[in-house]
């Protein structure tokens, strides 16, 4: 991998890390620290590199980064106005954290209410630069319109406005309302973005802490596990982002279920029981009213409990094999219950979950799908970010308002 590539991912992944936690949180210097080291390696060969960000094209000096080529951010980074981008020799590393301190607030422009931003003030330091390109200029890398300073507002661009939309979406459903599929689908691509700033991937995956919220941070990490998996198993991007709705929304029938019952220390009636497995029958039923093209998610949400030996649930009278993003969801799905303290029981510990995983490939879980799944989680160790509803809650919060520079 080149150096201006090696620096742009991970330059994407500072600013997924500190859009994810709160201003104190270790993982922000680290990902900085990484990444300002990674420019200054690149500026040895090249004092003042230079970025464009074309549609679905990144640009370096002049030349195209073939792979970069429909690299997400470079898109995500066009949208938010930084279209071109400039550091200086002397570039320090305040000055780099600032700036993507002030990414982060860009990025979250689209989803928030413009008039609330601060003007920003122009920076003291003019080491890094950044802007839209012209398009009526001659040479449409250097018409460069009047450079825009960096707003030093941080706004809730984290993963709380994920958890947020999570938690409305539940809300709808059992309110009867209908399935807000266009945000569902607009969490995944944020958690997609989120896992994926770095060549190396990371897996953001929430805790749980008040056993209520146990829907919602489910979901999210069975959506985030799931394209990882996805992608582990060679998937391309887009099946990649259908499976992470699926993942998302493979609980859904839960939220028809009643809270008691469904955080019931004890043991269950078989009415009880009943009432909790109809969540498949019932969430494939929800996301069927809502949108016929979301089959794969329908699927998945009926299938998410059927093991490979045909057990578990709900009962088919003829068996025929599940969708092969019915097994991916099963696999991540006894991953993240297991690891997540129930009211009816603790949270096993990592390593003894994976050897449950194992010694169920054939009866449980597809043997490859386990196989690669164990293999990728033992790969990700030190890559899991775990961050609690509560510590995205007090990040958003630590980071307003706006403070100036
Ligand atoms: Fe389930
Ligand atoms: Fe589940």
Same mark, same amino acid.
């Given at each position: 991998?080149?150096?201006?590539?090696?620096?742009?991912?991970?330059?994407?992944?500072?600013?997924?890390?500190?859009?994810?936690?709160?201003?104190?949180?270790?993982?922000?210097?680290?990902?900085?620290?990484?990444?300002?080291?990674?420019?200054?390696?690149?500026?040895?060969?090249?004092?003042?590199?230079?970025?464009?960000?074309?549609?679905?094209?990144?640009?370096?000096?002049?030349?195209?980064?073939?792979?970069?080529?429909?690299?997400?951010?470079?898109?995500?980074?066009?949208?938010?106005?930084?279209?071109?981008?400039?550091?200086?020799?002397?570039?320090?590393?305040?000055?780099?954290?600032?700036?993507?301190?002030?990414?982060?607030?860009?990025?979250?422009?689209?989803?928030?209410?413009?008039?609330?931003?601060?003007?920003?003030?122009?920076?003291?330091?003019?080491?890094?630069?950044?802007?839209?390109?012209?398009?009526?200029?001659?040479?449409? @890398?250097?018409?460069?319109?009047?450079?825009? !300073? %960096?707003?030093?507002?941080? &706004? $809730?661009?984290? #993963?709380? =406005?994920?958890?947020?939309?999570?938690?409305?979406?539940?809300?709808?459903?059992?309110?009867?309302?209908?399935?807000?599929?266009?945000?569902?689908?607009?969490?995944?691509?944020?958690?997609?973005?989120?896992?994926?700033?770095?060549?190396?991937?990371?897996?953001?995956?929430?805790?749980?802490?008040? @056993?209520?919220?146990?829907?919602?941070?489910? !979901? %999210?990490?069975?959506?985030? &596990? $799931?394209?990882? #998996?996805? =992608?582990?198993?060679?998937?391309?991007?887009?099946?990649?982002?259908?499976?992470?709705?699926?993942?998302?929304?493979?609980?859904?029938?839960?939220?028809?279920?009643?809270?008691?019952?469904?955080?019931?220390?004890?043991?269950?009636?078989?009415?009880?029981?009943?009432?909790?497995?109809?969540?498949?029958?019932?969430?494939?039923?929800?996301?069927?009213?809502?949108?016929?093209?979301?089959?794969?998610?329908?699927?998945?949400?009926?299938?998410?409990?059927?093991?490979?030996?045909?057990?578990?649930?709900?009962?088919?009278?003829?068996?025929?094999?599940?969708?092969?993003?019915?097994?991916?969801?099963?696999?991540?799905?006894?991953?993240?219950?297991?690891?997540?303290?129930?009211?009816?029981?603790?949270?096993?510990?990592?390593?003894?979950?994976?050897?449950?995983?194992?010694?169920?490939?054939?009866?449980?879980?597809?043997?490859?799908?386990?196989?690669?799944?164990?293999?990728?989680?033992?790969?990700?160790?030190?890559?899991?970010?775990?961050?609690?509803?509560?510590?995205?809650?007090?990040?958003?919060?630590?980071?307003?308002?706006?403070?100036?520079?």
């Amino acid at each position: 991998m080149s150096e201006p590539v090696r620096f742009l991912t991970s330059f994407a992944q500072s600013v997924a890390t500190m859009a994810l936690y709160g201003p104190s949180h270790p993982a922000r210097t680290r990902a900085v620290d990484a990444s300002y080291r990674l420019l200054r390696d690149l500026q040895a060969h090249d004092a003042q590199p230079e970025f464009s960000f074309l549609g679905d094209e990144v640009v370096y000096g002049q030349r195209p980064l073939r792979d970069m080529r429909d690299w997400e951010w470079g898109a995500r980074l066009a949208a938010a106005g930084v279209q071109r981008l400039e550091f200086a020799t002397d570039v320090t590393r305040d000055e780099f954290e600032a700036f993507v301190e002030g990414i982060v607030s860009r990025l979250a422009l689209p989803m928030t209410d413009s008039s609330q931003m601060r003007p920003a003030g122009p920076r003291a330091s003019g080491a890094i630069r950044f802007g839209a390109i012209g398009i009526r200029g001659e040479n449409r @890398f250097a018409s460069f319109v009047p450079e825009v !300073s %960096l707003p030093t507002t941080r &706004l $809730t661009y984290e #993963l709380s =406005e994920e958890v947020a939309t999570v938690e409305w979406m539940h809300d709808q459903v059992k309110a009867r309302e209908e399935l807000p599929l266009l945000e569902a689908e607009s969490v995944v691509r944020s958690l997609a973005v989120a896992m994926h700033g770095d060549q190396e991937m990371l897996l953001p995956l929430l805790t749980l802490r008040e @056993f209520d919220e146990y829907t919602t941070t489910h !979901s %999210l990490n069975v959506s985030v &596990l $799931t394209m990882a #998996l996805a =992608e582990a198993m060679g998937m391309g991007a887009r099946d990649v982002r259908a499976f992470g709705v699926a993942g998302l929304l493979h609980d859904l029938g839960k939220t028809r279920v009643p809270l008691e019952v469904l955080n019931k220390p004890g043991r269950l009636t078989d009415d009880e029981r009943v009432v909790i497995q109809n969540h498949t029958v019932e969430g494939a039923r929800i996301i069927l009213e809502s949108d016929r093209d979301l089959d794969l998610a329908a699927a998945v949400a009926y299938e998410h409990h059927i093991m490979i030996d045909g057990g578990g649930y709900p009962h088919r009278r003829i068996a025929r094999k599940c969708h092969c993003a019915s097994t991916l969801v099963h696999v991540c799905d006894v991953y993240d219950a297991l690891r997540t303290h129930r009211p009816y029981r603790v949270a096993w510990e990592t390593t003894a979950v994976l050897d449950y995983i194992e010694q169920g490939a054939g009866t449980d879980f597809d043997p490859e799908i386990a196989r690669t799944f164990v293999e990728l989680m033992r790969r990700m160790e030190g890559r899991i970010e775990h961050a609690s509803l509560a510590d995205l809650r007090a990040g958003v919060q630590a980071a307003a308002p706006a403070t100036s520079p």
